[in-house]
C-alpha cells in the first residue's frame, strides 16, 4: 500500500469479480432486472459502510453492450469506483435467476461466455487496476470461472499484494457446478487459501465439499495454510472464528423472517471487511456484519435500499459516484 495513502488514514478496498444481470420474479409473477454477484455485493455493502473518504472500488471485464454500460453506470452511482472495469468488444455480461421459496434461494445461470472469464488474462492491467489497495477480496467464483491461466495470474497477483501489506480476503464461496471436477476445486479454494490472511468461508459449502464435521475443523484446515484469521459464517449458529489462533464465538442476531437469502454471505463479508478495515477487531468487525445480514434477509433481492439500513453505526450513503474510467477505449478479443 502507498505511504501516502496509510499516512492519510484513507483506506482503499477492491473487490475482484463478475458482476452479473440479475432477473428476480416476483411475487405477482413479474420479473425485476437487476445487477448482482458475490463480489459486487460485498463491495456494495462495503461502500455503505466505509468511513467518509474511503474508497471501495469494482475490477472486473465487461462487454461494450447496451446491458453491460448500464452495469457500470449502475455501479459508479452506488459509489463503487468503475476505473478498473474494462471493456471487451463482442463480448456479453453473465445472467442468473433467483428462484425463492419460502426466503430459500436457488439460481438458473446463463455465464458460459461471460466477459468476466477475460478479467485475469492480462497480469500486468490486473495488477494496474489493484494498484495501492489496503484490502483485497475475491471469491471462490470469482477463481472459477477464470480458465487454468487466469487462476494463476491472479493468485500470482494477490500474492504479491499481500508481500506489499495488503489484506487479502477470500470467500471460497463453493459452486461446484462452475468447477471441472470436486479435485480441481479442491486444489484451486486450498491454493487461493494460501495467498490469503483472511478466511470468509460458510460452514454449510466446507462440510459438504470438504468434509469438515464443525467450524473448529474448517479453521483448522485453513490455518495450516498459513491464514491469520478465518472467519465461518454459520447460518443462524452465528460465527465461529480464530485470530491469530485465539477462538471466538459470535451469535446470529434473531431475525423475524427470513425473505430473501441471496446476500446472506455478501452482506455479511462487505460489512465485515468495512469495519475490520477501520478498527482492526475481528469481533467487532463481526458483530457489526452479522446486524447487518440479518436487516438485509429480511427483503428481497442480493441489493437492499441503502435506507434499511440507516440506523446501524457506520452507515455512510454514497452521495457521488467516482470517475468511471481513465481511459475510455474498448479492448477487442482478438488481441492479445
Known sequence: MSADRSDSGFKRLVSIGECMVELRQTSKGGIVQSFAGDSLNTAYYARLFSP???????VSTIGTDRLSLEMERFIGQNGIGTAGIR????????????????????????????????????????EE?????????????????LPPQ????????????????CTIAFDPNIRALLWENAEILHQWISQAACVSNLLLP???????????PDPQATIARYQAL??????????????EMSDHGVICRVEAMPVVEVVDSTSAGDSFNGAFLARFTAVGSSVEAAQHAVHVASIVIGHHGALVE???????????????????????????????
Open 52 to 58: 467518509p473518504g474511503w474508497t471501495v472500488d469494482y
Open 87 to 126: 471493456r471487451l468488444t463482442d463480448m456479453l455480461p453473465g445472467l442468473y435467476m433467483i428462484h425463492l421459496d419460502k426466503g430459500e434461494r436457488s439460481f438458473s445461470y446463463w455465464r458460459s461466455d461471460a466477459a468476466a472469464r477475460r478479467l485475469a488474462d492480462d497480469a500486468a492491467w490486473l
Open 129 to 145: 487496476a489493484i494498484g495501492d489497495a489496503d484490502t483485497i477480496f475475491f471469491s471462490g467464483i470469482t477463481l472459477a470461472i
Open 150 to 165: 487466469g487462476r494463476r495470474n491472479l493468485l500470482r497477483v494477490l500474492h504479491e499484494a499481500r508481500l506489499r501489506g
Open 202 to 212: 460458510s460452514f454449510d459449502d466446507e462440510q459438504l465439499h470438504f468434509g469438515d
Open 226 to 239: 498459513g491464514v491469520e484469521r478465518v472467519v465461518v459464517k454459520n447460518g443462524e449458529r452465528g460465527i
Open 306 to 336: 441503502p435506507a434499511a439500513l440507516s440506523m446501524l453505526p457506520g452507515f455512510n450513503p454514497a452521495t457521488w459516484s467516482r470517475p468511471h474510467r481513465v481511459d475510455d477505449r474498448a479492448i477487442r478479443t482478438t488481441q492479445a
